[in-house]
């Protein structure tokens, strides 16, 4: 078994990182396995190595331990625009040049007006990829993908929410992610085209980490069958929530590792507060 931790340097862990870094990590010690951090920085709009080097300072202080050298996502841009450029000859990529207001716009329009998720409407679906403009962003022909892949793709969640096989269903594919972007204008790559790349990379075995990433992970088994990617398994868990039941930001102090670490708190008070039994032995 290899898991890994996988955290984007744009702020401070906080009580939701520690329960999922400990989560990867604990399962991996309990198998006999291996833990691995990835530093998740492609965003260089947001990535800063302050937040890095407090990422890494947090962890060690929970007592988590990893290979190194650490792999850098920053570091590795042209494996992900290589895959970008398979799917290309593929056919299944076309360049975008909508701007925000202009999906919004053609989202709201009269005959798109039923409230929904905020799914791309295609509006530059088969533009050849010969036309792209450096200002374009790169965005997946779901319905070409679903086609090509085929039937049968299939994904396991071993974690404890919805866990068993799992086919891609294209209707809910359609309505919750639709022609995501897989290379951004700005940075030239997408966190889901990444993602898969660097769990093939690693040889990640159990991609372990928020059930916020569930609705991601057809999309995500996706690219691993049209790129011919191995297939790891997938364990989502809980989320912590902060008192009124909503999500954690990196801006929240409060819950900020950093913060509670200067409060007094122990790594084992960590643990007890995001719900995990005592540190199991090494
Ligand atoms: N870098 C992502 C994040 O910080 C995690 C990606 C993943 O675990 O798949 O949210």
Redesign the pocket.
């Known amino acids: 078994m290899r898991t890994r931790f996988?955290?984007?340097p744009t702020g401070r862990l906080h009580l939701g990182h520690a329960f999922s870094a400990l989560t990867a990590r604990d399962l991996a010690r309990a198998a006999g396995g291996e833990f691995l951090l990835r530093i998740?920085d492609i965003d260089t709009t947001r990535s800063r190595p302050e937040y890095e080097a407090a990422i890494l300072a947090d962890l060690r202080w929970l007592g988590l331990d990893w290979p190194e050298p650490v792999l850098r996502q920053s570091e590795h841009r042209p494996r992900y625009a290589a895959a970008l450029d398979r799917l290309g000859a593929m056919g299944l990529t076309y360049p975008c040049s909508c701007t925000r207001a202009e999906i919004r716009a053609a989202l709201s329009a009269p005959q798109e007006g039923a409230p929904g998720p905020a799914v791309y409407p295609g509006t530059c679906r088969g533009r050849p990829m010969a036309a792209r403009r450096p200002e374009d962003a790169i965005r997946l022909d779901l319905a070409a993908a679903l086609e090509t892949a085929g039937p049968g793709v299939a994904f396991t969640e071993t974690g404890p929410l919805l866990s068993g096989t799992h086919a891609l269903d294209p209707e809910a594919m359609r309505a919750n992610l639709g022609d995501v972007v897989l290379g951004r204008r700005d940075i030239g790559v997408a966190?889901h085209l990444a993602?898969v790349v660097d769990d093939a990379a690693q040889g990640i075995s159990h991609?372990v980490?928020g059930a916020d990433?569930r609705e991601a992970t057809p999309l995500h088994r996706l690219l691993q069958a049209l790129l011919g990617l191995p297939v790891p398994l997938w364990h989502h868990h809980r989320l912590i929530r902060d008192e009124s039941g909503g999500r954690l930001a990196k801006r929240d102090d409060a819950r900020a590792l950093a913060t509670l670490r200067a409060a007094g708190a122990t790594p084992e008070d960590i643990r007890r507060l995001v719900g995990l039994a005592p540190s199991p032995a090494p």
Do not use: K
Request: hydrophobic share 45%; net charge neutral; aromatic share 12%.
């Open positions: 996988a955290p984007s998740e966190y993602v991609v980490r990433l």
